[in-house]
C-alpha cells in the first residue's frame, strides 16, 4: 500500500489518474488487447468503477481538510474552532424595554407571550414575562389632552411629592393645555415633559401613580416597563419609538412605546466570519487586560455582543476625549448592560479606570459591588432619496420591497464606524428586480425624526468610530421617473 499523507499534505489522485489505474490493472489480469476504450462495454464499466473510488478520494480530501480552518465548513469547521474553545454564534433575535400603558384605574396584569408590533415591516415581539401596572406606582404617566377647558378646575390625584393638584388653564395663557399642565406639574416637585403633544411624567430612580377619579376631558395612560423579544431571529433593529402598535388585543392593555432602541438581532454566524474570529482569538484571547483581549473576550463571551474596541488613555492627564488619566474605554454594540459590564470586570487590568457613558454596578468574587463604565454605540439616522427608472423587462417592484431591500442591505452593511459611501447603496437597490437606471442621495441626522439635507450621488459621508449608521423604511423617499 502506497503512502498518501506526506509531510506537504495529502496526496489526491484524480478521476483521470484513477481510471487510468483501473485499465492498467484490467491488462495485467486479462492481457494487453483487453478492451478498454471509453465507450466499450468494459471502458464503461471502468469508468463507473473509476467515479466511484474518485468520489472516496474526494472524502478522504475533505475528511483530511476537515481540521484546517481554512479548508473547512460548515459543521467541520465548528469542529475546528471548538478546538480553540469557541463556538459557531448562533441567529439572535432583537430585544429591549418598552413601557406598556393602561387607561384603567385599577391594577392590571399583561400577560406572558402578549405581542407588541414594531410597525415597520410588522415585526412582532414578545413579552418576555408578565407585566403588573399598579396605577399608584408606576414607571410613567402619559395624560392626553382630549379637551381640556380654559378656566376651568381640574383636580389630579398624583403620588408624592406632588400630591393633589388643582390645574387651571386660563384664558390668557398662551402655552398649550399640555404645556400650562407640564408646568404645573413641576412647578409641584414632579418631571413632567411633553412627548407628541401630550404630557409625559417620570420619577427619577422611583415611582410615579395618580389615584382616581381622573379628570374628565384628558385620559390618562399608567405605564409600567417590561422586556420584549422579536418572535423571529435574525437581522433586525428596533430604533426609538418604533415598538408602537398591539396586533392582538390583551384586556387592560392599551399602549405601548418603546423610549430605548432594542439590542438589535443578528444572523447565524457564516463560516467566513468563523474562520476570522477564529484567527483573531488565537492571538489575542490568550491574554488578559490588554486593549486587544478585553474586546476579544467581549465579543468571545458576551452574548449578543457584535462588536466591540477598547482605547486606553495611558497618560497623567484627561485626554481629548474626556478620558481619566490612566482609563480605559470600551465601546461596545449588543448584548445586556450586567452581561457586558461582568465580563470588563473579569478582563480588566487590575487597579485601571473603567470610563464611559454607561455605568453598572455588578457583584465581584467577594461578594463586593463593583461599577463598571463602558460606553454605547450612538446612532446615526440615515436617510435616502432614490431616483429610479424602471426596467421592464422584468416584474416592477413595489415600494415596499425596496424599501425592505434597502434596509436588509444596510443591517448588514452599517455596522460600528462604518461611512455611507452613497454610490455603495445600489447594492441594496439592485436586490430587488425591476430596476433599471437609478441614483442615490443620502442625508444623516443625530435624531430619527430630524430634517434631513441631502448631498449628491458622489458623497461619502463619516460615521464616528463609536457610532453607526441607522435606516427604516420611512426614512426613504423613492422617486419614479418615466
Known amino acids: 500500500m502506497g503512502t498518501y ?6 496526496k489526491r489522485k484524480t478521476l483521470q489518474e484513477v481510471r487510468a489505474e483501473l485499465e ?7 492481457g494487453t488487447d483487453f478492451e478498454t476504450s471509453v465507450d466499450s462495454p468494459n471502458g464503461l464499466l471502468i469508468s463507473q468503477l473509476a467515479l466511484a473510488f474518485g468520489n472516496l478520494w474526494d472524502l478522504a480530501f475533505e475528511v483530511f481538510t476537515s481540521r484546517d480552518p481554512g479548508e473547512a465548513t460548515g459543521v467541520s469547521l465548528d469542529f475546528a474552532a471548538a478546538l480553540n474553545g469557541l463556538n459557531r454564534r448562533e441567529a439572535t433575535a432583537c430585544n429591549g424595554t418598552a413601557v406598556l400603558y393602561t387607561l384603567e384605574n385599577s391594577e392590571v396584569t399583561i400577560p406572558s407571550g402578549s405581542l407588541a408590533q414594531r410597525s415597520r415591516g410588522k415585526l412582532n415581539f414578545s413579552l418576555d414575562e408578565d407585566v403588573t401596572i399598579d396605577p399608584a406606582s408606576c414607571d410613567r404617566l402619559l395624560i392626553v389632552d382630549d379637551g381640556l377647558a380654559r378656566d376651568t378646575d381640574y383636580v389630579f390625584h398624583f403620588a408624592q411629592p406632588v400630591g393633589d393638584l388643582t390645574f387651571r388653564w386660563e384664558t390668557e395663557d398662551s402655552r398649550t393645555a399640555a404645556e400650562a399642565l407640564a408646568a404645573a ?4 416637585g414632579g418631571n ?3 412627548e407628541n403633544g401630550s404630557v409625559s411624567v417620570i420619577a427619577d430612580s422611583s415611582k410615579v401613580g395618580i389615584s382616581a377619579p381622573v379628570p374628565d376631558d384628558c385620559s390618562v395612560y399608567k405605564g409600567t416597563e417590561g422586556s420584549f423579544t422579536a418572535v423571529t431571529e435574525g437581522t433586525q433593529t428596533c430604533e426609538i419609538g418604533e415598538l408602537d402598535a398591539i396586533p392582538r388585543s390583551v384586556d387592560g392593555w392599551d399602549r405601548v412605546k418603546n423610549y430605548e432602541s432594542f439590542v438589535p438581532g443578528t444572523d447565524q454566524e457564516t463560516d467566513t466570519e468563523l474562520r476570522v474570529r477564529r484567527a483573531a482569538s488565537a492571538r489575542a484571547i490568550i491574554a488578559r487586560g490588554t486593549d486587544a483581549s478585553i474586546a476579544a473576550h467581549l465579543i468571545e463571551e458576551v452574548t449578543g455582543v457584535t462588536a466591540a474596541s477598547v482605547t486606553s488613555n495611558r497618560t497623567m492627564s484627561t485626554d481629548a476625549a474626556g478620558r481619566p488619566p490612566k482609563s480605559f474605554e470600551v465601546l461596545v454594540a449588543g448584548g445586556s448592560d450586567l452581561d457586558v459590564a461582568q465580563n470588563i470586570w473579569e478582563n480588566q487590568p487590575s487597579g485601571i479606570q473603567s470610563y464611559g457613558n454607561t ?5 465581584d468574587s467577594e461578594g463586593a459591588g463593583q461599577v463598571i463604565s463602558f460606553s454605547r454605540a450612538q446612532a446615526k439616522y440615515l436617510w435616502l432619496k432614490i431616483t429610479y427608472h424602471r426596467y ?3 416584474q416592477a417592484p413595489t415600494e415596499e420591497e425596496i424599501k425592505a431591500a434597502l434596509v436588509n442591505w444596510a443591517a448588514q452593511e452599517y455596522r460600528l464606524g462604518v461611512d455611507v459611501i452613497t454610490q455603495r447603496v445600489m447594492q441594496g437597490l439592485y ?3 425591476g430596476i433599471g437606471n437609478a441614483f442615490a442621495q443620502a442625508a444623516i441626522t443625530d435624531t430619527p425624526d430630524g430634517t ?4 449628491n450621488s458622489m458623497d461619502v459621508i463619516p460615521v464616528g468610530s463609536a457610532q453607526y449608521a441607522s435606516l427604516t423604511a420611512d426614512r426613504i423617499t423613492l422617486v419614479l421617473e418615466t
Open 5 to 10: 499523507v506526506t509531510e506537504t499534505g495529502l
Open 24 to 30: 492498467q490493472s484490467f491488462k495485467e489480469v486479462f
Open 185 to 188: 406639574i413641576n412647578s409641584a
Open 192 to 194: 413632567a415633559s411633553l
Open 359 to 363: 455605568s453598572v454596578e455588578i457583584t
Open 392 to 394: 421592464t423587462e422584468e
Open 431 to 433: 436586490g430587488v428586480q
Open 452 to 455: 434631513p439635507a441631502y448631498g
